[in-house]
């Protein structure tokens, strides 16, 4: 039975958007297109266009005006009523060559002209309420709101012309548009489709949650994952896609499952972002989506609780179902039942079932980051080996360890006594300290938060790439905002370590050793942190260390006891 036309209509009826410009006009746009001011989009700009331009995000033709931002923050609801629940924007700095009523270029980060945009509107966003709105709360632990802090204050909205879609030299014969995965999954000849969101390997209770999902809609199985942005830390996606590539070869019908990559940009938005993942699906040609517990969701916020509930995204799914024209598949925690060797729902469980279960958290924690190879009862082999390839055992691994504090609470000298200890120890370890960061990296810098906030992201870029090769990063900055720092944190990923020198203000002023706070006193130097700018101490930080009653030697000793439990550093 073929897949009926209906299905591959948009959630909302008429045909999928298509922003591309003909072959046949590209040189003239093109040139066209270097003629204009243009600008640099960020990768996230970058995803959101290219599906925009294929139709991935039917019926929205764009990036959103004013109005359509606020019906989807108030209502979810575009102005003409359509459902979408997810603001997609083009936040950009203002300059003078930008206004409304002129065409600009949108350029990769390489320079390279992506498309034209007609700019007709230009206008003001609130962060705050996007937060609350959008996302629940205002709290930089959600990586989207910490994001948030770095975007243009402008956003722009208008006709977009695509010339061109990111490049992407990766994995490319499993790169699909909508309009080819609805080709392809119309040739297997079954009525309904049951795609998957997934932004993590997929391991023994995955294959299990998605063969029982296609079976119970007799239909096919869309193993969609996400390919673009995903939660700072995840695995990365070349690792995953060959976790999925080994597991739809070798243990999945060949005539019941798909396997295609799909270069969205998350939002971590829970119920929300759940609703859109099944929008999206839709057009893709999916009928049917797998909701699992806590879809989408970021972990906890700055008090330890949940963003979203476990089930929120299943209730919103199940809740405008008809409306977008996709069913959610639910499914509850999944566990291994011993004596039988399979898994099962934990609320179709027999009375005594011996049962076994990882979280993901422990997966990352537990295993991955400790080296240590996952359980047969959970994970293929063949994805046990891809991902002890990928992860190597912690002595190996990178750690960003980041010192923050005001000035004079004893950062650079307990980071002094930390470097040689760890050298002493074997480890490789590169030193990024505020002052010496500006004579070089930050060279020309002023002191405005916007600056402040550049010179930390600077550090924060050369961090992640220290840590992402395997080495040992010793970061120490005052950077004073909660957001900038959570933006590092999302930036290295795994092995960020926040130190925070709570040393009291007043120790810091009697110390002086440069004079600054006197300085700022008397006003002669504005906007210093601590006397007439914030300095916002760390929520969770994962040390706090007092420079008071204890030597620089013995804070850098207990750090790097503290590494040498958790393997980072091998014991004598």
Known sequence: MAI???????????????????????????????????IQISARAECDLELLAVGAFSPLKGFMGKDDLQGVLDNMRLTDGTLFPMPITLPVDPTDDIKEGIDIALRDSKN?????????????????????????????KHPIVAEMHRWGKVNLAGALQVLQLPLHLDFADIRR??????????????????????????????????????????????????????????????????????????????????????????????????LWHAIIRRNYGANHLIVGRDHAGPGKDSNGDPFYGPYDAQDMVNEYADEVGVKPVPFTEMVYMEDEDRYEETSKLPEGAKIRKISGTQVREDYLAKGVPLPAWFSRPEVANILAESFPPPHRQGVCLWFTGLSGSGKSTVAEHLLNQLLEKGRNVTILDGDVV???LSKGLGFSKEDRDTNIRRIGFVASEIVRHGGV?????????????????????????????????????????????AKARRGEIKGFTGIDDPYEEPLNPEFTLSSESITPEENAKAIVDKLTELGYVLAD
Not at 22 to 32: S, T
Not at 113 to 139: R, T
Request: net charge negative; charged share 25%.
């Open 4 to 38: 009926e036309k209906s299905m591959l209509i948009t959630p909302y009826g008429g045909e999928l958007v298509n922003l591309l410009v003909p072959a046949d006009e590209f040189e003239e746009k093109h040139a066209y297109a270097n003629t204009l001011p243009s």
């Open 112 to 140: 390279n002209i992506l498309a034209i945009l007609s700019v007709e509107e230009m206008y003001e966003w609130d962060l705050e309420e996007i937060a609350v709105k959008a996302f629940g709360k205002n709290d930089t």
């Open 177 to 274: 548009t909508p309009a080819e995965t609805r080709a392809e999954l119309e040739s297997y000849g079954h009525a309904n489709v049951v795609a998957f969101q997934t932004r993590n390997p997929l391991h023994r209770v995955h294959e299990a949650l998605t063969k029982r999902a296609a079976e119970s809609i007799d239909g096919v199985l869309l193993l969609h994952p996400v390919v673009g942005m995903t939660k700072p830390g995840d695995v990365d996606h070349y690792t995953r896609v060959r976790v999925y590539k080994t597991l739809i070869d070798n243990y999945y019908e060949v005539d019941r499952s798909l396997l295609s990559l799909l270069p969205l940009a998350m939002r971590m938005g829970g119920p929300r972002e759940a």
């Open 438 to 440: 500006r004579t070089h």
């Open 473 to 517: 990063v010793v970061c120490a900055a005052i950077s004073p905002y909660r957001a900038t720092r959570e933006n590092v944190r999302n930036m290295v990923g795994n092995g960020f370590m926040e130190i925070h020198m709570a040393t009291p203000l007043e120790v810091c002023e009697e110390r002086d050793v440069k004079g600054l706070y």
